[in-house]
């Protein structure tokens, strides 16, 4: 029995989602929660597990493809109760082996006959199935191991024909390449992510001939990178016109410049969210934004202490963890600031916890995962938060419930050298802060002039929900924190 699997909500409210790769294709056989596809939505790369165990009959949908919510995804052939299935597998695999022999023998059957015969043994299916349970896109049990098995596709040329027929292959809703131009069966998509294929391609790299070096197949930036610099790969110049006269006379200046004038990229999935978001932020909270300039000089030396201490070798604990801190720990006297402003019930919601949100850049765009109850961490236990938050959204596997639910957040730009910024509040929050380059300069230091380290912080912050006092003594609060991390043990 054909039985349909629709995309489903995964779980983020969002409308519709990217089907970035098929990792099955028609006429596999797939198990119960085996990976079918990578889908990406507004937030992140979502897997989806089989939610049957049977064989695919069709994919709906091809790579690149937006699926609203909802809409068919992928159709499976089920087993019937009276063991019908096994005949119908029988019947394909006949199918198969016909298609495999040459073209001489092919031409005896016609198609005609075999498409009844597949109709006859279709119809001897039972009407009802045994139930599979529908997860929804998410799985409940372990995944297959191994790979799924895979359909011969029979060339479409003849046996004398000196490649395969590529407009076939290119036909199939399944992405396929040649790994040599007499091979005639198709073979998988060389498995990668989204920004690693796009490199691939702006660098005029086919996938097929990477070899990836990580034992889970998965080809990576540095295994492009590292193809690319053997065989001096560069990206295409744009073709020359037929007629020098068609055009007009191109610059001396632009006359060695390789590569298009202009490339057009859809705006899809988390920069798209993100351009939403924060259009949405900018016009709906009025953001006031103060500066704080802060001697950071003992919180540097207080890391390179923690740095040396071999009880805490394997904890990376930086600025970021330290700011992370205060800002807990100020939190708890500047209440306003943890705070939502419910415009649909009328209400101003307190939160008694902290989901300190830390703004991460990926190659997908910026994304801002939450780490829960972070204001019951420890300064270590902050620090190993924030390693795997941000590994994990490097990676693109952030989960879209790790980036709801956030109370306040930290933006960290001065990692890429800038001093300063007025960063817009994720929507929902009432405070970000934005922490600045620390920087070695001339400083005032107990009456003198001293080369200290010093470090701007920038708050943003809801002005509905606080107010220009409430804003500077919370900002305040971490500067003084950070210039005096003893400070910290007078504070709850």
């Known amino acids: 029995m054909i039985q349909e699997f629709r995309l489903p909500d995964l779980g983020e409210g969002l409308p519709e989602a990217e089907l970035v790769q098929w990792m099955v294709a028609e006429g596999d056989t797939v198990t119960l929660n085996q990976t079918i596809a990578e889908v990406e939505t507004a937030k992140a790369v979502v897997e989806l597990p089989s939610p049957y165990a049977g064989v695919v009959s069709k994919l709906h949908a091809q790579a690149g493809d937006i699926v609203a919510v909802g809409s068919v995804l992928i159709a499976y052939d089920l087993p019937g109760e009276n063991g019908s299935g096994d005949a119908m597998r029988a019947g394909r695999a006949e199918v198969r082996a016909e298609a495999s022999a040459p073209a001489e023998a092919t031409a005896q059957a016609p ?37 799924p098995q895979r359909r011969a596709r029979a060339a479409a040329a003849s046996v004398s024909a000196p490649r395969a027929d590529t407009a076939v292959l290119e036909a199939a809703p399944h992405d396929v390449l040649h790994a040599a131009e007499t091979i005639d069966v198709p073979l998988e998509r060389p498995r990668s992510t989204p920004p690693v294929r796009k490199l691939a391609k702006d660098l005029g790299i086919d996938l097929a001939l990477v070899e990836p070096t990580g034992a889970t197949g998965l080809i990576t930036r540095g295994d492009v990178e590292a193809y690319a610099e053997r065989v001096g790969a560069r990206t295409p110049a ?27 990229t859809p705006i899809r999935g988390v920069r798209k969210h993100t351009a939403a978001a924060m259009v949405r932020s900018a016009f709906t909270a009025p953001h006031v934004t103060t500066f704080l300039t802060v001697d950071v000089t003992a919180t540097t030396e207080l890391l390179a202490s923690l740095k040396a201490d071999r009880s805490l070798e394997g904890h990376r604990i930086g600025i970021l963890a330290v700011a992370a801190k205060a800002v807990c720990l100020a939190l708890t006297r500047a209440p306003e600031l943890n705070s939502r402003w419910d415009e649909e019930n009328g209400e101003i919601v307190e939160f008694g916890y902290v989901n300190l949100g830390i703004a991460a850049a990926t190659q997908r765009g910026l994304v ?79 009456g003198e002039i001293a080369l200290r380290e010093v470090m701007t912080l920038a708050l943003s912050f809801d002005h509905r929900l606080v107010d220009g006092e409430q804003g500077s003594r919370f900002l305040a609060d971490v500067g003084a924190i950070l210039r005096e991390p003893g400070r910290a043990m007078l504070l709850r």
């Open 368 to 446: 801002v995962p939450n780490i829960r109850d972070a204001d019951a961490m420890t300064l270590v236990e902050l620090a190993d938060a924030i390693g795997a938050l941000a590994q994990t959204a490097r990676a693109g596997k952030t989960a879209p419930a790790e980036m709801m639910g956030g109370t306040f957040s930290i933006t960290n730009v001065g990692v890429f050298g800038v001093d300063a910024g007025t960063p817009i509040l994720n929507p929902g929050e009432a405070g970000i802060l934005a922490l600045g380059a620390v920087r070695r300069q001339p400083w005032e230091h107990h």
């Open 238 to 264: 744009v073709a020359e016109p037929e007629s020098a006269e068609s055009v007009p006379s191109t610059p001396a200046a632009l006359a060695g410049r390789e590569g298009p004038r202009e490339t057009r």
């Open 111 to 147: 198609a005609q006959t075999r498409a009844e015969s597949r109709a006859e043994t279709a119809a001897e299916a039972p009407a009802e199935e045994k139930a599979q349970p529908n997860l929804v896109g998410y799985g409940a049990a372990p995944q297959a191991s191994g790979r």
